[in-house]
Nanobody, 124 residues
Framework: VQLQASGGGLVQAGGSLRLSCAVP????????LGWYRQDPGKRRDVVAT???????DYAASVKGRFTISRDNAKNTIYLQMNSLKPEDTATYYC???????????????????WGQGTQVTVSS
């Protein structure tokens, strides 16, 4: 099971990028999906998440600039990043959360699934 992220690159401050992540169907419909980012030597922090019901949540540092969305027909999530700042520079990872509900409605803890990471570099 693998998530496939794409869309990173180099952009000037104030510019925009859109990240994409293809998610296996078995995960797409049941898991909370999200984007995280990580600088070398630092912990991986959540950027934005989207639930199976479409509910979203954002880190304070990106609220109002980033938008997470999902395309149910393509089993893909996106992260639209606008007004990018140099401090947004990081490796971005998509994620399928380990917690989900099974067909009986029971909360189950499974593996955490990650994409391979895509580099976003914002120059000043």
């Amino acid at each position: 099971v693998q998530l496939q992220a794409s869309g990173g690159g180099l952009v000037q401050a104030g510019g925009s990028l859109r990240l994409s992540c293809a998610v296996p169907g078995s995960l797409f419909s049941t898991r909370t999906l999200g984007w995280y980012r990580q600088d070398p030597g630092k912990r991986r922090d959540v950027v934005a998440t989207i639930g199976s019901d479409g509910s979203t949540d954002y880190a304070a540092s990106v609220k109002g600039r980033f938008t997470i969305s999902r395309d149910n027909a393509k089993n893909t999530i996106y992260l639209q990043m606008n007004s990018l700042k140099p401090e947004d520079t990081a490796t971005y990872y998509c994620n399928a959360d380990r917690v989900y509900r099974n067909e009986f409605g029971e909360v189950v803890y499974g593996p955490n699934y990650w994409g391979q990471g895509t580099q976003v570099t914002v120059s000043s």
